[in-house]
C-alpha cells in the first residue's frame, strides 16, 4: 500500500511559482508513475502533467507546457511539480495519483492505483 500527501499549495499573485510536493509515505515510489491532476469549482478533473516510474517518459497538458515542471527524487519518495507563471486559471485543488510500474506519463483517472487528498492553490488576479 502506498499512502500519498501533497504539500506547497497556497496563494499567489498572477506570474508567481510556487512548487508542490507530492510524497510516499510508505512502499517504493520510484515504482510508479505518478500524474498530477486539478479539479477547480465547476469543472470536471482535469489532468495537468505526469512522469512514467523511471521518469523517462512525461507529459504536459496543453495549458501548462512551458510553465510547469514535473521531477522525482526517488530517494526522499517524493514526486515534485515547479509550477511558474501562474495564471487565475490555474486555480484548483491539486491531487497526485499513483500508478504501479506506469511506463506512460498519463493515464486515465481510474488507471491509477493510489490517491492523495490534494492541496489548494489559488492565483489571485
Known amino acids: 500500500q502506498v499512502q500519498l500527501v501533497e504539500s506547497g499549495g497556497g496563494l499567489v499573485q498572477t506570474g508567481g511559482s510556487l512548487r508542490l510536493s507530492c510524497a510516499a509515505s510508505?512502499?517504493?515510489?520510484?515504482?510508479?508513475?505518478v500524474g498530477w491532476f486539478r479539479q477547480a469549482p465547476g469543472k470536471e478533473r482535469e489532468f495537468v502533467v505526469g512522469?512514467?516510474?523511471?521518469?523517462?517518459?512525461?507529459d504536459y497538458a496543453d495549458s501548462v507546457k512551458g510553465r510547469f515542471t514535473i521531477s522525482r527524487d526517488n530517494a526522499k519518495n517524493t514526486v515534485y511539480l515547479q509550477m511558474n507563471s501562474l495564471k487565475p486559471e490555474d486555480t484548483a485543488i491539486y491531487s497526485c495519483?499513483?500508478?504501479?510500474?506506469?511506463?506512460?506519463?498519463?493515464?486515465?483517472?481510474?488507471?491509477?492505483?493510489?490517491w492523495g487528498q490534494g492541496t489548494q492553490v489559488t492565483v489571485s488576479s
Open positions: 495519483a499513483a500508478k504501479y510500474y506506469g511506463s506512460s506519463g498519463r493515464y486515465s483517472t481510474a488507471a491509477y492505483d493510489y
Open positions: 510508505r512502499g517504493i515510489f520510484s515504482r510508479y508513475a
Open positions: 512522469i512514467s516510474w523511471s521518469g523517462v517518459s512525461r
